[in-house]
């Protein structure tokens, strides 16, 4: 890949990365069952893929907020790859959210209740902030750096690398990083992070559209 291979491939598909980018600005304005079931797409998309993700949350639809551990094995065996281990972290991360009074156990939601999640995340002041919460506390299982800026990404919240082994790999050839490994660390996502911010700006097109558009690039679809 070139710059200029990214750059004609950007523009072809400009229209349908900035359709996407606002279809995850209104998931944050649907509110908190919406974004705690995006918060389980990423805890489920770690080390598989987004397209089985999105299959695992269709099925489990409104469940996911109240369903047992056997009942989201039930929905997700024959379906996905970690189907025994998985549930066991949506249901820590939502009985600890819970504790944290950021989320109600109840769907659907009532009226004056689907705004916790939102309030706890409008709480954290800041761009690290927001993200070393749900990728450092043990309350939220399931999540590294990596689906953790994911997960803002999809809900909204802008400037977040989401990097995947397709988007290092690509950034790699593009020159823009020393080498084609993802980052094992905190202090490493952060510098590779930084490196495909000034990337971004040399080239003019925005971190979101740039992850999009590089991520399409690899695999031919536009998805989150």
Known sequence: MTISDLITHYKSRK????????????????????????????????NTSARMGITCIE????????????????????RYRFWKTRPDYIIHTREY???????????????????????KIESLS??????????????????????ASHFLRNIGFEGYAILDIHVVRLLHELGVLPEAKRPANKKQYVFMEERMREFSKE????????DL????????????
């Open 126 to 147: 800041g761009f690290h902030e927001r993200r070393d919460f749900f990728a450092d506390n043990p309350g939220i299982k399931g999540l590294g750096y990596k689906e």
């Open 203 to 210: 080239i003019n097109i925005g971190m979101d559209e740039l």
């Open 15 to 46: 229209d349908e990365i900035r359709a996407r980018l606002a279809e995850f600005k209104e998931t944050w304005r649907q509110g908190d069952l919406a974004i705690f079931k995006e918060l389980c797409f990423c805890i489920l998309t770690a």
């Open 213 to 224: 558009a590089l991520w399409s690039y690899r695999t031919g679809e536009i998805l989150k």
């Open 97 to 119: 959210l819970k504790t944290e009074k950021a989320l109600t156990p109840v769907s659907p939601l009532p009226k004056g209740e689907g705004k916790l999640l939102k309030a």
């Open 59 to 78: 099925a489990a639809g409104d469940d996911i907020l109240t369903a047992d551990t056997d009942g989201i094995r039930n929905i997700l065996c024959g």
